[in-house]
């Protein structure tokens, strides 16, 4: 079951498979001159016409159809290998006209180990449906998944608007309302959790459910060296820190709003953002409880039916 414990202590080459959101899936670095991620550039000398030829809208019903038939697709750039990041954030945006009411956004790839190892010079984001909010207490159903894994985050709650392309960490700190402990299912609907980077940006950095605790003020608490504890039926399976996101979550999440501000895009008051999986994420399934556990900030606890 969900529940809370506060105060508790402790272009796209080749397919991979990744731990989670995206952090093991390679792709190549942004070109420069190219603002990104988002939109692209118009065609020029050199471009390839096949990669003007995706058509966004059927990769966008493609994937809403993985979703609602529950079953896992082939990555889009088996049949598309011309599909690019900035053209995937071109199908995310058409899933997120879809969506309906947004909670908030959520960061993807965070890790600058990672990124050197996969190839890539900055984080992926996506947005949060407010329908994939499970409450505190609330079972996950895995029935209504395809292949879940979850992931510790830390989760900020904008307390005002915040927009603009040169937002600092120290502008989302001052901005937030607070910050909790939170755990992302991720839901990949590529088989495995194969794919590019284009593929898991195209398919909204594989977000689906999440669930977050109650917030706590950032008054006195470095975010960058908070311990994090990952358990799965009672046994620990991974451990952090605060700063495994980007070397700060604020600097995760002040990355955001400089790329939503290329897209006259901002957080709005009231929006969380989930600041970077902090772990590798762990499969789950039936019968499974998942607790995350972050130093400060308490503790969330996930069971599955």
């Not at 959101?21 to 988002?38: L, Q």
């Not at 290998?81 to 995310?92: A, F, H, K, M, S």
């Not at 994939?132 to 879940?148: F, H, K, M, R």
């Not at 590529?190 to 898991?200: P, Q």
Request: proline share 7%; net charge negative.
């Amino acid at each position: 079951m969900a529940g809370e414990h506060p105060g508790r202590a402790r272009g796209c080459p080749g397919a991979w498979a990744p731990d989670s959101d995206g952090r093991a899936a390679r792709g190549p670095s942004h070109e420069p001159g190219r603002r990104v991620p988002g939109r692209v550039r118009p065609a020029g000398p050199g471009d390839s016409e096949d990669r003007m030829s995706v058509n966004v809208s059927e990769l966008a019903a493609r994937l809403s159809k993985a979703v609602a038939d529950r079953t896992a697709i082939t990555k889009l750039t088996d049949e598309f290998p011309e599909l690019d990041i900035p053209t995937g954030y071109r199908v995310q945006r058409e899933l997120r006209s879809a969506a309906g009411e947004i909670a908030g956004w959520k960061l993807g790839v965070t890790s600058r180990a990672k990124q050197a190892q996969v190839g890539v010079d900055s984080p992926i984001y996506g947005f949060l449906p407010a329908a994939g909010a499970v409450d505190l207490g609330e079972p996950l159903d895995t029935s209504a998944l395809i292949q879940p894994r979850c992931e510790p985050e830390i989760v900020f709650t904008l307390g005002r608007d915040l927009k603009g392309p040169h937002v600092t960490a120290a502008d989302v700190v001052a901005a937030s309302s607070g910050v909790a402990v939170g755990i992302e299912v991720l839901d990949s609907r590529f088989m495995d959790y194969g794919f590019t980077m284009a593929d898991v940006v195209a398919d909204n950095t594989s977000a689906s459910r999440f669930v977050v605790g109650v917030p706590v003020t950032t008054s006195g608490v470095d975010l960058r060296l908070v311990g994090v504890l990952l358990e799965k039926n009672g046994e620990v399976v991974a451990t952090a820190s605060g700063a495994a996101s980007l070397g700060h979550p604020a600097a995760a999440v002040a990355w955001l709003v400089r790329q939503l501000a290329a897209e006259d895009e901002g957080l709005a008051a009231g929006q969380i953002v989930l600041s970077g999986g902090l772990t590798a994420a762990v499969p789950v399934r039936p019968g499974d409880v998942v607790t995350a556990t972050i130093d400060r900030l308490g503790s969330v606890e996930l069971g599955c039916r």
